[in-house]
């Protein structure tokens, strides 16, 4: 098993481009998540998706849209990127959402 | 919003020796509490969980949980060079779909 996937690993951007971050389980979770990770911030959640079809916001929403394309994947879009969306993304899932999260591998995204 | 506090570090110990790490938050719903391992550049990965007051024993892990005092901690017995990393405390209410990160304690074990 692969557990979680990102892509992709690192991306540079430039201020009103746009991308789709990509995240896929393997392990038939019902829960995932979108975290994006600051120096001296912490893990902040962004969305999650309790189960598919469904989708809410965390803490810091604003900027970004997700889709929930199946069991398996949970995309994170941003629509017009910022500087301030700098950070390393983390997709997680778990089997239930009181249960322990799985990350997957980051991904580093710069926007110039 | 809830506040987790853990203290920065970094909090270096010898090997051989005990590490302690201490996480305190600020809601009194929280039910259920997770430690993460984080090394640098890599992703967050489990190292336990724990649900009731007391202490939970997993390997050289001990977590420790008192919700009256709101407070957590992560003991690690026999440190070993390989546990220098960050440890991040996350408490998550009932009920709820979010788990609230710490932003981390550094613990560098010396050889």
């Known amino acids: 098993n692969a557990g979680v996937t990102q892509t992709p690993k690192f991306q540079v951007l430039k201020t009103g481009q746009s991308m789709t971050l990509q995240c896929a389980q393997d392990?038939?979770?019902?829960?995932m998540y979108w975290y994006r990770q600051d120096p001296g911030m912490g893990l902040r959640l962004i969305y999650y998706?309790?189960?598919?079809?469904?989708?809410d916001k965390g803490e810091v929403p604003n900027g970004y849209n997700v889709s929930r394309l199946n069991k398996r994947e949970f995309s994170l879009r941003l629509e017009s990127a910022a500087p301030s969306q700098t950070s390393v993304y983390f997709c997680?899932?778990?089997?239930?959402?009181?249960?322990?999260?799985?990350f997957g591998p980051g991904t580093r995204l710069l926007v110039l | 919003q809830k506040e987790v506090e853990q203290n920065s570090g970094p909090l270096s110990v010898p090997e051989g020796a005990i590490a302690s790490l201490n996480c305190t938050y600020s809601?009194?719903?929280?039910?259920?509490f997770f430690w993460y391992r984080q090394y640098s550049g890599k992703s967050p990965e489990l190292i336990m969980s724990i649900y009731s007051n007391g202490d939970k024993e997993d390997g050289r892990f001990t977590a420790q949980l008192n919700k009256a005092s709101q407070y957590v901690s992560l003991l690690i017995r026999d440190s070993q060079p390989s546990d220098s990393a960050t440890y991040l405390c996350?408490?998550?209410?009932?009920?709820?779909?979010?788990?609230?990160f710490g932003k981390g304690t550094k613990l560098s074990v010396i050889p």
């Open positions: 809601d009194r719903v929280s039910q259920s």
């Open positions: 392990m038939n979770h019902n829960s």
């Open positions: 997680a899932s778990s089997e239930r959402w009181e249960e322990t999260q799985y």
């Open positions: 996350a408490p998550m209410e009932a009920g709820s779909y979010q788990l609230t």
């Open positions: 998706s309790a189960s598919e079809g469904t989708t």
